[in-house]
């Protein structure tokens, strides 16, 4: 620990960066799966408050919550995925930022709402205040373990039958459907598992940042988590864990030039964009960029013959 307070990361920022790396894998599941979900900010606003609204108003434990906002998220999942993810591509995209969206202005008006059908007044989300004053029941070593369990959780899911199918998927959906894969129970799946995982983020954060409002869970939010999965890459689950900590660890060591870290971030993603497309994690990038670089490191001219 003695050795991240030297770098500028204290316990806070390795928390906020274990975070991270969960939303990391959110989003991994669904883009190995050739899914370009951007829900995953909509699902890790749902789990948050439902944990925090269990917890704070309810009193029930970290666990309770947590279970809470992962239940919550996964059975919204499943109705919406059912009609989304006949979507493709772009338009894939456009409609999960379109969910996001809609549950943030749920959240902003679901007070009123709620209180105008049951006829009295209702204090749970508190609108564009946000609620404040969440226990702080997060703890580093919940965040290490439950990252663990996650990550050895989808290193075996890729070694089993649904894994393959999954990537069977990304490759070609047409030609897994022929195979006899069920793509629609698949895409479904790997969809709610995603938003679960979200949700689950979205608990563990509140209860050590303990404070949260309807902004935090915008569009940008849904940049970000991409951000992790393509800064670290895709092809293996440990790319969006490096992606997470990277871009969340870089404005803290580069505190001095805080004024310029949206400028950093953006040119360290444009420059893995376009020099190691497949991500930080990924040795046949670096052996490309190496090749590349020798390549210009040995040219010489070759001057023309004369005579």
């Not at 050739?34 to 995953?40: D, Q, Y």
């Not at 404040?132 to 997060?138: A, E, K, R, W």
């Not at 990537?167 to 679960?196: C, H, P, T, W």
């Not at 190496?290 to 023309?304: C, D, I, N, T, Y």
Request: net charge positive; aromatic share 10%.
């Amino acid at each position: 620990m003695e050795l991240l307070r030297s770098i500028g990361i204290s316990e806070p920022v390795l928390q906020f960066m274990l975070i991270n790396a969960i939303l990391g894998l959110s989003i991994y599941l669904t883009l190995f799966t050739g899914m370009f979900s951007l829900a995953n900010a909509g699902f890790m606003a749902i789990g948050t408050y439902t944990g925090v609204i269990l917890t704070q108003q309810f009193g029930l434990p970290l666990w309770g919550g947590l279970i809470g906002g992962m239940l919550l998220a996964g059975l919204i999942a499943l109705p919406i995925g059912l009609p989304v993810l006949r979507l493709r591509d772009i338009y894939l995209a456009i409609a999960t930022i379109g969910f996001g969206e809609i549950v943030r202005i749920l959240i902003l008006n679901f007070d009123p709402l709620v209180s105008s059908i049951v006829g009295q007044p209702i204090k749970m989300t508190y609108g564009a205040l946000g609620i404040s004053g969440i226990p702080q029941l997060t703890q580093t070593w919940h965040l290490v373990v439950f990252l663990i369990i996650i990550s050895y959780c989808i290193a075996r899911l890729h070694r089993s039958r649904f894994g393959r199918a999954m990537a069977a998927i990304r490759q070609d959906e047409q030609a897994a459907a022929n195979m006899g894969i069920n793509v629609v129970y698949v895409k479904n799946m790997v969809f709610i598992l995603s938003a679960v995982l979200a949700a689950a983020a979205g608990v563990l954060k509140a209860h050590f940042a303990r404070t949260i409002d309807p902004g935090d869970y915008g569009f940008s939010q849904a940049v970000d988590i991409l951000a992790f999965a393509v800064l670290g890459g895709t092809t293996t689950f440990v790319g969006p864990i490096v992606g997470g900590f990277v871009l969340t660890a870089m404005p803290e060591i580069l505190r001095d030039f805080k004024q310029y870290r949206g400028i950093i971030n953006g040119v360290i993603l444009l420059l893995v964009i376009v020099y190691l497309p497949g991500g930080l994690v990924n040795p046949a990038g670096w052996a490309r960029l190496w090749q590349r670089l020798r390549g210009k490191s040995s040219f010489k001219p070759v001057e023309a013959e004369t005579g």
